[in-house]
């Protein structure tokens, strides 16, 4: 499945003050009608659980299925009945997140997108676009047969 989203960023930041922009380049398409701007839930590992983006998910109507970080939770604690409620997400689902990371390695595969040779981020793009497309079609011509 090729990438649902894809922003390309000036160098080796942090990743969750993407989590948003590359959420609103999400388009996601059933099976008739136009893709929707609104997935049904966003799966992360523990580095995109800031307050910030779950409140996002939250005013979007979306499922967070991020874990909360042991500090955060420590921190909500320590401030008692004032600290909120206890995050939730939902483990069979939170499983599913390692299609995120098969389909970054199946990226990486190609050694352009893995040593980003590219000198500009728009070419660098392309080739994301590229390599992702190349993935697409082997898995269209897969599940055709």
Same mark, same amino acid.
């Given at each position: 499945m090729?990438?649902?989203g894809v922003r390309v960023d000036r160098g080796p930041a942090?990743?969750? %003050?993407q989590f948003i922009p590359v959420l609103g380049k999400i388009?996601?398409?059933g099976p008739v009608g136009r893709a929707r701007t609104r997935p049904d839930a966003v799966?992360?590992?523990k580095?995109?659980?800031s307050r910030s983006n779950r409140a996002h998910l939250r005013r979007r109507g979306i499922k967070a299925v991020i874990p909360e970080k042991k500090d955060q939770a420590a921190n909500r604690r320590?401030?008692?009945s004032g600290g909120?409620? %206890?995050?939730s997400h939902d483990t069979g689902l939170y499983k599913e997140r390692n299609t995120v990371e098969r389909l970054i390695n199946k990226l990486k595969a190609w050694r352009g997108v893995a040593t980003r040779y590219d000198k500009t981020p728009d070419s660098y793009l392309a080739g994301l676009h590229l390599r992702a497309s190349m993935i697409w079609i082997k898995d269209l011509t897969r599940t055709a047969h």
């Open positions: 090729p990438p649902a942090a990743e969750s %003050p388009r996601v398409r799966a992360g590992d580095a995109y659980s320590k401030k008692g909120g409620r %206890p995050v």
